[in-house]
Every structure is written in C-alpha cells, then in structure tokens.
C-alpha cells in the first residue's frame, strides 16, 4: 500500500475496495481496528477456483454487441482494470465486484472437451465465436491453466471460425496455432489499447502489458500475417481521450488493419467502485472527469440504453467521436474489412469421410 496524497492507495489492484455483493442479505463489515497488524482489505494473494459447466459457450442478444456467441475461459480477472464492466458478474457467483474479481479467478480446465463436444452436436451451426466477451482469456493464470490455448487447438481441429480481444502479450505464444487458423481465413484479433501513459496505465490497469508493449504485439501479429485491429478502449474523457490520435498513429505503423473504440459506461457496482478508484488515483481531477463521462451518458455514470451505452450521446461524446474519425483519417484511411471463413469446418463424422 502507497500514499497518494492523504489517501491509501493499494499497488497491484485496480479496485481499491470489496463493496457488498447486491445478493446478499448479510454483508461482512469491519467494526473495530483494534488488534489487527494490518488493514482490513489487505492485498492477499489470488485464489484460483474450478467450475465444470454443461456447455462453454454463451449467447448473447445484445443489440449492439458485434458478436452473439462467446467463450470466457476464466470468470473474474487478474488485470484489474477498474472500469471493466464484467466486475458485474462476479456477484452472480458470490463474489464482489471490487477486490474479489481481481484475486478470486474462476477457471474452466474442461472448456475444450466442452467445446468438442457442441461443435459436433447434431443441430450445431457454425458461428464466429469470441474469446473474452467478458474477461481476457489471456490473463495471468492462461499462463498457468492453458484453457485458451487448448480451445483454440479445438477451433484449428475443427476449422471453425474465432476472434481474440486481448491485451496481453501472452497471446504470442501461440502464435503457431495462430498462423494455422490465419492459413484457413478462421481468426481475427482485436487488441486492446486504453493509453500509451505509463503512469496512467499503471494504475488504470495495474496488471496488464504496457501500452508500448501492446502496441508490439500488433506488429508482432501483423508480421506473421494473422489479422489485427486496434481497440481503442474505453475512452474515458479527461483521463485518455486525448490520446486517440496517437494510439491509432502507433497501430497503425505496426500493422493494425483497422480500429474501433467504446466509450466508459459505469453500470451497476462499478460506478461506486470507479470513483472511489478515482478519487484516490486522481483527487485533483476527479470531480471533472465523472461530470465528463456523466455527459457522455444522460447525466449518469449509468447507462443501459442500447445504441448508446458503449458510443455515448452529447456533446462531448460528439468531440470523442470526431476526434476519432479524424485520427482514423490521417492514420488508417484504408480499414480493412475481414471476414471470416466457414468453408473449411467439419465436424468429427464429417472429418473421418474424408479418408
């Protein structure tokens, strides 16, 4: 724990509280301080907790979600990013939005016989299916679990068609598998880049790849032909917005062939979690930048409208959307379209026809 002014500050965290799960009806709460060595929500250790589901992958009816199906590998996420709007969901496991989705990470070891399994049921339609549609599938513990890379050995079997959003060089590592999906046209990659401000990302994000650092996975990706765009994501005004321009200009010249942004939408837990990250990260600016993102969403922190929760209405999310297209203008005039390929799938009977 650092001093940030008059504040506490927990290094290695992005939430800087566990706030009661909604669900609950009793909550736990600290009363007296008295005789304990160190502070209530000390910065403990990440547990890691298996869960066997029926089937892997989710369907979505989002209206302005560019994909309906989706695999998370892992529930809850190492990385920490304060705004990420995922942190809802872990109280639907019993967990907190706050500190609990950053050190109790859910993992899914069976996802690819899972996975199998559906790709060969009988009725089974091919669809492009996205990996992190809630969390990273390339975080920290994919380093020790393997599951995104397992599934993604399954997509490569099957033919089947997959997009990555990530913001983790561990991606690189399967650039093998990668380079086999790209032969067959089965692969698109987003990768996510929220500031190329170290400080700033550091306590935006303390757990994730600098943006430098991400910025050389998309050029790493682009030199071995696989398909990658830059997600310029969430802009948040007064704290990243003015570094649209460069972070498209930097993409761009290591390869991105296209890119798109979200604005940050602050629902449910993660609006009382996000100021008070901010207010502690920040305090001199704090008041500015929530009044900002409140403009960007109806004079709210919360927005649920469809159309609008992810690109924001107003003025100001007017300027963050110019700003935008006059960056892509100048740096990437010519956005490749990508689509995907389902040509090339078969399923297990299908396969053993061939010989």
Request: include cysteine.
């Amino acid at each position: 724990m650092e001093q940030i002014g008059n504040q506490d500050f927990f290094k290695g965290r992005g939430s800087q509280s566990n706030p009661n799960n909604k669900f609950f009806r009793h909550q736990i709460s600290l009363e007296h301080s008295e005789g304990l060595d160190e502070p209530f929500l000390e910065n403990s250790s990440t547990e890691f907790i298996k869960e066997s589901p029926k089937k892997i992958i989710s369907v979505s009816n989002s209206p302005d979600i560019p994909f309906m199906y989706s695999i998370n590998p892992y529930q809850g996420c190492e990385h920490g990013c304060i705004y990420c709007y995922a942190r809802n969901a872990h109280e639907y496991w019993g967990f907190s939005a706050g500190l609990d989705f950053e050190r109790k990470i859910i993992y899914k070891p069976d996802a690819a016989a899972i996975l199998e399994k559906q790709l060969n049921h009988k009725n089974y339609q091919p669809q492009v299916i996205m990996l992190s549609g809630n969390t990273d599938c390339y975080q920290p513990a994919e380093r020790k679990f393997k599951i995104t890379r397992s599934l993604l050995e399954v997509f490569l079997k099957y033919k089947h068609p997959v997009g990555i959003i990530t913001k983790n060089n561990l991606i690189l590592r399967d650039l093998d598998l990668l380079q086999e999906l790209a032969k067959f046209n089965l692969v698109q990659i987003s990768v996510s880049v929220t500031s190329l401000n170290e400080s700033l990302r550091q306590k935006l994000e303390p757990r994730t790849v600098t943006g430098k650092g991400r910025i050389k996975v998309i050029q790493q990706l682009a030199q071995h032909h696989i398909p990658v765009k830059v997600m310029v994501a969430p802009i948040i005004p007064g704290l990243n917005s003015d570094e649209i321009p460069a972070v498209i200009k930097a993409a761009s010249e290591a390869g991105a062939s296209g890119a798109g942004f979200t604005i940050i939408r602050l629902n449910g837990a993660i609006g009382n979690i996000f100021e008070d990250w901010i207010k502690k990260a920040y305090p001199e600016r704090a008041q500015k930048v929530l009044h900002q993102i409140e403009a960007c969403h109806g004079g709210k922190l919360n927005d649920s409208r469809w159309g609008t929760r992810m690109r924001g209405d107003g003025k100001e999310a007017e300027a963050i959307h110019q700003l935008f297209k006059l960056a892509l203008k100048k740096y990437m005039p010519h956005q490749a379209k990508h689509e995907l390929s389902f040509a090339h799938f078969r399923k297990k009977n299908e396969q053993l026809t061939l010989f």
